[in-house]
């Protein structure tokens, strides 16, 4: 099992990102799919997940309306796409496989929003 993030990089308040998480070794279909996000000295938290089988997407407050979760199963590729960023979204971020009592974790993309 792989999950390979990518897609972050220095992105000024007001702009946008599309991360990638790019995943092998199981169906995507049938695992719940996660980002979060850890910011230098401050716990990992959950910014938006999608559902196995239909696909039902949950977001945290803080980014409810600016950022989109989407699920590609023939590319086998889960997507974050971030809107009007803030300086509050940067992070290094993470995605995660959760199902079947496994759970995956990838490696992290930095996302840094700045002027």
């Known amino acids: 099992v792989q999950l390979q993030a990518s897609g972050g990089g220095l992105v000024q308040p007001g702009g946008s990102l599309r991360l990638s998480c790019a995943t092998s070794?199981?169906?995507?279909?049938?695992?719940?799919i996660g980002w979060f996000r850890q910011a230098p000295g401050k716990r990992r938290e959950g910014v938006s997940c999608?559902?196995?089988?239909?696909?039902?997407?949950y977001y945290a407050d803080s980014v409810k309306g600016r950022f989109t979760i989407s699920r590609d199963n023939a590319k086998n590729t889960v997507y974050l796409q971030m809107n009007s960023l803030k300086s509050e979204d940067t992070a290094v971020y993470y995605c995660n496989a959760n199902g079947y009592g496994d759970n995956y974790w990838g490696q992290g993309t930095q996302v840094t929003v700045s002027s």
């Open positions: 070794g199981f169906t995507l279909d049938e695992y719940d």
């Open positions: 999608i559902s196995s089988g239909d696909g039902t997407t």
